[in-house]
């Protein structure tokens, strides 16, 4: 059974009640059969109210009670005149919103209704919750004293007479083969995982675990037996070092139980734990210098004939066997084995086939049972005797009370045949000789890096015949191309570039007439000199040019002005040059992995 959940619906539900200040218990109790429900299952704890087809009854709240100021319970009592129905799903709820509160899971049980001469049963459930305030947002104020008995007192009696029982047969400690063995380097102590019982209470270490001696001579284990009261209980054991310790109560009122498994002075660890009481008489027959009950049947029940008292369990078989060359009967190449015996021999069976199917012949066969639980489980090896005309065929098998699985092994081609499908033998898998991809620089077992080197073709006859040269390819830098028409498997070919070509074009572009920038304006001047021969005996208007004279300005020739002209380019192009980009191969983004070969 999983433990209780309260619900995501109860957080809103609890505001609610709070704020209008109403009592905050339910006031239901359902159960349900809920098909195909594991109650080992972890309980979603969005869970909500089963379909109405699968509630098998609800009942009235009838009694509730504060067990401390953060848990209250609440009762229903169901007698024999209520039934019959099947539950295995318990839940509170507030009929008002049908709101599902808290939910419990478990194992189908029977609610029976006395009839028919059949007496019924009567079923008290109480179930506790657990929150912040418990006692006083649901208002209750009673204990349930007053209506429950207290089986508090019973259960922690049952619990120490437990505790008790261990100790009578374990004793204060003890630990089993390597458990709890301490070794220490330098200032840190290494404790072996393992199991072991102190105080009588049971201590389990799945891991090795370290710890800081801090210069203390000792190391201890201190374990206690703790629990809430709605959750589960279980021992809780720490590593501790320290020079002494002893039982102790803590604040909390838990009972510890202490003991020392090594002591350590100046790096030398004395070993302070003592082993199962089984462990420790078997190590003490072992040192008597007389032969064990096994031993002795190995070696003196021997011949047809002889008759044994009691169960005959599996003989301890030694180097000097029955079969006179020093080995156990049977010892020898598979190739001799259909017609020799062994320790454990049956005698050739004749078997005639069967209509409607094989027969299954177990040769071995054990059987275990969870105690107190169930589960039982047969494990058997056996032989598979066909209808049809062939070898019998070896069989594994395995059935519970709830599955079954068998592995057959085909005794005409090796294959392993089960529920779950055929298994693929290694060369379908991967054949010899196919280049596999791999991260490392080191091939793994049984694999060779594709590197261009020669291989022992003797050692490895399958991965000649893929390369019956010797000598692997070298795959370092090279990737593999389907192979095309024409080319040889494993020839090498270098890397090349497709043949191609490039065009280039510049378009050509009429740029018509373009107008120069204005400019150029000029002042015109003349060899010339004003003529001495006007009427009044001065200068006249009229000039003479003389080559010798200096160039004057007289305003004689009109200036030239800022101007421009128009120019036709006409149609016209560039040359184009085409520069080479590139590496030196071509290639694709990438990740550089080794390629390996299975050898074989």
Not at 21 to 28: L, V
Not at 262 to 283: H, I, S
Not at 331 to 355: C, I, K, S
Request: hydrophobic letters at 40%.
């Amino acid at each position: 059974m999983m433990q209780p959940v309260i619900t995501k619906a109860f957080e809103a539900w609890l505001v609610d009640k709070t704020v209008n200040a109403e009592p905050a218990r339910p006031d239901k109790m359902v159960f349900a059969l809920i098909p195909g429900q594991d109650e080992n299952v972890e309980i979603d704890r969005n869970e909500g109210m089963p379909s109405a087809g699968q509630i098998s009854h609800t009942a009235d709240i009838t009694q509730y009670g504060v067990l401390n100021e953060n848990a209250v319970v609440y009762s229903v009592v169901l007698d024999t005149t209520i039934g019959s129905w099947a539950y295995n799903w318990v839940g509170l709820v507030d009929s008002a919103s049908g709101t599902v509160l808290m939910i419990v899971h478990l194992a189908e049980q029977q609610k029976i209704k006395t009839a028919n001469g059949q007496q019924g049963n009567s079923l008290i459930r109480n179930l506790a919750m657990e929150f912040d305030g418990a006692a006083t947002v649901s208002q209750i104020n009673v204990t349930p004293a007053t209506w429950m008995i207290d089986f508090s007192a019973r259960l922690q009696s049952m619990d120490e007479s437990r505790r008790l029982a261990n100790v009578d047969y374990y004793g204060d400690a003890a630990f089993r083969a390597d458990g709890f063995k301490v070794t220490v380097a330098g200032a840190t102590a290494t404790i072996t995982a393992g199991l072991g019982y102190v105080g009588g209470l049971r201590a389990i270490m799945t891991i090795n675990q370290a710890l800081a001696l801090a210069g203390k001579t000792g190391v201890w284990v201190d374990i206690c037996w703790q629990g809430t009261v709605t959750g589960a209980w279980a021992n809780s054991f720490t590593l501790r070092a320290a020079d002494t310790l002893v039982d102790y109560v803590d604040s909390a009122g838990d009972r510890h139980f202490v003991t020392r498994i090594a002591r350590v002075n100046g790096g030398v660890v004395t070993d302070e734990r003592k082993p199962f009481p089984l462990d420790g008489l078997r190590q003490d027959v072992e040192d008597l210098d007389v032969y064990s009950k096994g031993e002795a049947d190995a070696r003196f029940l021997l011949k047809i004939g002889d008759t044994a008292m009691g169960k005959l369990g599996a003989p301890y078989f030694q180097a000097n066997g029955n079969s006179g060359n020093g080995w156990p009967e049977g010892a020898g190449a598979y190739l001799d084995q259909l017609n020799t015996r062994a320790p454990f021999f049956q005698p050739n069976f004749d078997w005639e086939g069967q209509a409607g199917g094989a027969t299954y012949v177990p040769l071995t066969k054990g059987r275990a049972t969870r105690k107190g639980k169930g589960w039982p489980t047969a494990v058997s090896f056996g032989y598979l005797l066909p209808k049809e005309d062939k070898s019998a065929q070896p069989v594994i098998h395995v059935i519970s009370d709830a599955a079954e699985s068998t592995w057959v092994f085909d005794t005409d081609n090796g294959r392993i045949f089960s529920k779950a499908g055929t298994f693929a033998l290694q060369s379908e898998i991967t054949p010899v000789g196919v280049p596999m991809p791999w991260p490392g620089n080191v091939a793994p077992l049984g694999h060779a890096l594709v590197v261009g080197q020669a291989f022992d073709k003797v050692a490895n006859p399958q991965l000649a015949v893929v390369y019956p040269s010797g000598v692997l390819p070298d795959m370092r830098g090279r990737t593999i191309l389907g192979n095309p028409a024409g080319r040889a498997p494993l020839s090498l070919a270098d890397g090349e570039v497709k043949n191609h070509g490039h065009t280039g074009e510049v378009d050509g572009t009429d740029l018509g007439s373009k107008e120069t920038t204005a400019g150029g304006a000029y002042q015109l001047k003349l060899r010339s000199y004003r003529s001495n021969t006007a009427l009044d005996g001065g200068d006249s208007d009229r000039h003479s040019l003389e080559q010798g004279r200096a160039f004057s300005d007289y305003g004689l020739i009109e200036p030239i002005p800022n101007h421009s002209h128009w120019v036709t380019l006409g149609w016209h192009g560039h040359s184009l040059r085409i520069d080479a980009y590139g590496a030196a191969k071509n290639t694709v983004d990438n990740i550089a992995f080794n390629y390996i070969v299975r050898l074989a």
